[in-house]
């Protein structure tokens, strides 16, 4: 059973009167232990679909599902209280803006000290209980790769260093002990070193403690280094998904293609200062999404079966939506399994 189990999500939302499907049943799966990068232009969709799985979305939007569960369990249709457990414990997310998300008030060691849930705290007294958050304050710190704890702890935000202020939110996240972090392109803007330091500690995280993560971002490079499987967004349709070796290797959608193709280091052969090949146009507005499959004005293969919204279909684990997709011939990409577009919105 996968941890995390999308199906057939679409969200709508509602921009000057009119209501449209932001999100156009997506499909996203996160098994234990695993790093999944959900990868797309910006405008995709990828902070919506995360936004729907920890629930933080405006009354007024609405969802349908075929399921969203968490171990199992039903993530729509279980009581407020049930949920914000799971997601206090369970589920940690860390954002893109470090500096945004931490109190500029407070220090880093007590913001640090009040993200730990008190039931992770034994009991006694209060002095032995304030010992307790700090040792686990220190060893949160010590996680991510800070020696220096003393110089940190005693700081406030705008005193450190935005790489510094990133490994605080992930120190926070993993305060709760959970199952699953959810990195919403938190390494964005970032040079390459501290980049580099990031990922590297997502990846050592995924391994010593067997952490789930779903790893968003529109940079491919920095995905396909850490990330074991992958999941394709454009303009709040899934298009692809499947093993990033599988992916990078033998792309079936022509959307993930034009971003392999844009990214200068899969292009080997390019030679130097030469355009980067990438699909002409840009991503539509939530107000003039097309019809059908949703990259039809700029994908270079499309034909007029495209303004049907293209089923998923699935070759060994590699799932694509497309009607044409490449290297497989036609007679065998009709024969594929259609896996359903089930009950998550009317078409
Ligand atoms: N609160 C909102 N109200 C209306 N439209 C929104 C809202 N938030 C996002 N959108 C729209 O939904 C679409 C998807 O946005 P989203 O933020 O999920 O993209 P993203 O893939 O996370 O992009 P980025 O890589 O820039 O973070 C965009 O067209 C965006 O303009
Ligand atoms: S369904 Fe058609 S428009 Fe969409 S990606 Fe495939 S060929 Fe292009
Ligand atoms: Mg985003």
New binding site residues.
């Given amino acids: 059973m996968a941890l995390l189990d999308i199906k057939n999500l679409t969200l709508y ?1 509602d ?1 000057g009167g009119d209501t449209v499907k ?1 999100l156009d049943k997506v499909n996203l799966q996160l098994d234990e232990g695993e790093i999944r990068a959900l990868v ?12 729907c799985i920890i629930g933080a979305i ?1 009354e007024y939007w609405s969802i349908k599902a075929d399921r969203i569960t968490y171990q199992g369990q039903d993530l729509l249709n279980m009581s407020y209280e049930q949920r914000r457990q799971i997601m206090r414990r369970e589920i940690a997310v860390v954002f ?1 803006e470090p500096t945004s998300s931490l109190d500029p008030s407070v220090t880093i060691g007590e913001q640090l000290e009040e993200s730990i849930p008190p039931e992770l705290i034994k009991r006694g007294w209060f002095w032995q209980q304030n010992k307790q958050r700090k040792r686990i304050a220190i060893s949160l710190i010590h996680r991510v790769g800070i020696k220096d704890h003393d110089q940190y702890l005693k700081a406030y935000p705008h005193e450190i260093p935005i790489d510094v202020s990133q490994k605080i939110m992930i120190a926070m996240a993993l305060a709760s002990e959970p199952k699953i972090l959810i990195a ?2 938190s390494t ?1 803007g970032m040079e390459s070193t501290t980049k580099t330091q990031i990922l590297r500690l997502l990846e050592k995280l995924n391994k010593t403690k067997k952490l789930a993560i779903l790893f ?3 940079d491919l490079l920095a995905i396909t280094s850490v990330a074991h499987s992958m999941t394709v ?1 454009y ?2 349709q899934t298009v692809e998904s499947g093993k990033v070796k599988s992916l990078l290797k033998r792309p079936l959608h022509p959307y993930t293609k034009a971003l392999l193709d844009s990214a200068p280091s899969f292009q080997l052969s390019l030679p130097t200062k030469s355009p980067l090949i990438a699909l002409g146009g840009t ?1 539509p ?2 107000q003039h999404l097309p019809a059908g499959c949703r990259l039809g004005p700029r994908c270079p293969n499309a034909r007029k079966e495209c303004v049907i919204v293209p089923p998923p279909r699935s070759i060994q684990d590699h799932t694509y939506s497309c009607h044409f997709p490449l290297h497989v011939p036609e007679k065998i990409a009709k024969r594929a399994p259609k896996l359903s577009r089930g009950l998550g919105a009317d078409d």
Avoid: M, Y
């Avoid at 797309?40 to 936004?51: F, H, M, P, T």
């Fill in positions: 939302i921009i932001a797309g232009e910006s405008g995709s969709g990828k902070s919506l679909a995360v936004r405006p893109q919403d392109d964005r968003v971002s529109h967004l303009c709040g991503i507005t939530l």
